[in-house]
């Protein structure tokens, strides 16, 4: 039985149009990097300073610390911009689905390789509330963790939040081959969403339990 479904924030809950794609684009390429858009890929979902960091190098720019500090403040003023602009929402049929998840007493965690600065504005503005009676039970940061995706632990830190003990009584996943990778990692149940960047054959072509057209249908599957 699912007792936990744990899942990604951007481009899998949440849309917000693209735009953590091209903040973290500007802040690799501002820094004076190469970027193509496989590798800008293949790190989306991880946590960003880190995928600030294997940007500059792939990019040919050695990401001493100092550098890579720079450009999260960069990545974080640029996102908070457009943001502003152009508020992230939820995605289709994304609320009505985690709410008949809760309704069946199934909880829900969100993930995310964002900072928590960055993350609690987008929930606050969705309407989004934690704890009892709210739509989600847990939400944990890259920032609060030893290490951000493809590493296990925000899933596991939202186990321990919900009190769930069982792997496999969760249900993990996102948008990303990262998300696919983080729960495999994790030993759970994984989830892949075509709600992203990544089509069908791009996503099942990594482990998985599920690939679906978006979060709408997980009521459906467990």
Same mark, same amino acid.
């Given at each position: 039985m699912i007792e936990l479904v744990v899942l990604d924030m951007a481009g899998t809950t949440i849309n917000e149009h693209g735009d953590v794609y091209k903040a973290l684009a500007h802040?690799? %390429?501002? /820094?004076?990097? %190469?970027? +193509?858009?496989?590798?800008?890929?293949?790190?989306m979902g991880a946590d960003k300073t880190e995928a600030i960091a294997a940007? *500059?190098?792939?990019?040919?720019?050695?990401?001493?610390? /100092? *550098?890579?500090?720079?450009?999260?403040?960069?990545?974080?003023? =640029?996102?908070?911009e457009v943001y502003a602009e152009n508020p992230p929402v939820a995605l289709p049929g994304v609320e009505a689905a985690l709410a008949e998840l809760k309704a069946r007493g199934i909880k829900i965690g969100l993930t995310t390789g964002f900072s928590r600065d960055v993350a609690a504005p987008i929930l606050t503005a969705l309407?989004?509330?934690? !704890?009892?009676?709210?739509?989600?039970?847990?939400v944990v940061t890259s920032d609060e963790v030893a290490a951000g995706?493809?590493?296990?632990?925000?899933? =596991?830190?939202?186990?321990? /939040? +919900?009190?769930? =003990?069982?792997?496999?009584?969760?249900?993990?996943g996102g948008d990303t081959v990262v998300d696919l990778l983080t729960g495999r990692n994790a030993g759970v149940? +994984?989830? !892949?969403?075509?709600? !992203? /960047?990544?089509?069908r054959e791009q996503?099942?072509?990594?482990? =998985?339990?599920?690939? *679906?057209? !978006?979060?709408?249908?997980l009521p459906g599957v467990i």
């Open positions: 802040a690799v %390429t501002s /820094a004076g990097a %190469t970027l +193509t858009p496989e590798d800008l890929q293949a790190w940007l *500059l190098e792939l990019g040919g720019v050695a990401a001493d610390p /100092a *550098l890579v500090e720079q450009q999260f403040a960069a990545f974080r003023r =640029h996102l908070s309407g989004w509330g934690i !704890g009892e009676g709210q739509l989600l039970d847990a995706r493809p590493a296990p632990f925000m899933i =596991h830190r939202i186990m321990e /939040a +919900t009190g769930v =003990h069982d792997v496999r009584a969760v249900v993990a149940r +994984t989830l !892949g969403v075509l709600t !992203g /960047a990544l089509d996503l099942e072509a990594h482990p =998985h339990d599920w690939v *679906l057209d !978006g979060v709408k249908d």
